[in-house]
């Protein structure tokens, strides 16, 4: 079973998260295990102490090594060729996260996710206790929270039974290479919006001739660059 452990100065940002929806439920179901731990827990000093100004100066504050490490270390062991965990810090400056990573890493035993705030973190946690640094896109956040959620939410897609359709992962966006198209539901007419024609009209072929004709148009004006590969169908 996939056991995912966060670290996070803000454990309480996880408690609707880990109780709710398509997760929520298959934590539920013992699928898989998704704890978060407050990194303060770690710290040995009065005022819990996460973070330090840093050397050579600039803005901002660093999050200091030790709390880090020794939070890492209790979850996942010490780095190296025993360690069963793989130790993931959420970080602007990482990898880009994919579809393709996340189907990877639904196969591992144990995710530790990292959460960093401040300006980052000290680079000797990263060299002592993280496998591997992953952002996931090039937008500012203000921390890894939100990143470790679409991590999890990623991943857990890919553990067998969490979906209820096994094939629904492969037929997605990103899985087909090709955004979807429009979707509608009732009622035929909303606002003097009708619902296209063709899709009440019964005619399959047509309906799928449709959905990918919309699907390429929607492709080629917002993802370009997902057609490069230049097949038509
Ligand atoms: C304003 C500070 N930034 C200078 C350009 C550096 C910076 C430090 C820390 C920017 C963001 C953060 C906090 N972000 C994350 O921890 C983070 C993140 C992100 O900001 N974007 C995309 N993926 C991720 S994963 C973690």
Not at 29 to 50: I, K, P
Not at 176 to 191: A, C, I, K, N, Q
């Amino acid at each position: 079973m996939l056991r995912i452990e966060v670290i996070t100065i803000f454990p309480e940002l996880f408690e609707a998260f880990r109780t709710t929806g398509v997760l929520g439920g298959a934590i539920e179901r013992g699928l898989l295990e998704l704890s978060a731990h407050d990194l303060r827990r770690f710290t040995r000093d009065r005022h819990r102490t996460v973070d330090d100004i840093p050397y050579g100066g600039g803005p901002g504050m660093v999050m200091k090594p030790e709390p880090l490490v020794e939070a890492i270390e209790a979850l996942a062991g010490a780095k190296g060729p025993e360690r069963k965990a793989h130790v993931m810090l959420m970080a602007p400056q990482g990898a880009p996260f994919t579809g393709q990573r996340a189907r990877e890493l639904a196969r591992e035993e144990q995710l530790v996710l990292v959460c960093g705030r401040y300006e980052g973190v000290d680079q000797r946690v990263i060299e002592l206790a993280v496998d591997e640094e992953i952002s996931i896109g090039d937008y500012v956040l203000s921390g890894g929270e939100v990143a470790a959620m679409a991590v999890s939410e990623a991943v857990s897609r890919f553990v067998p039974g969490v979906l209820g359709n096994p094939d629904s992962t492969a037929s997605e966006s990103f899985e087909s290479d090709r955004l979807e198209g429009p979707h509608y539901t009732r009622p035929v007419e909303f606002r003097g919006l009708a619902v296209p024609e063709v899709l009440r009209s019964g005619n399959h072929a047509e309906i799928a001739r449709w959905r990918r004709e919309r699907a390429l148009e929607r492709t080629r004006s917002r993802r370009p660059d997902l057609l490069t590969g230049g097949e038509e169908r």
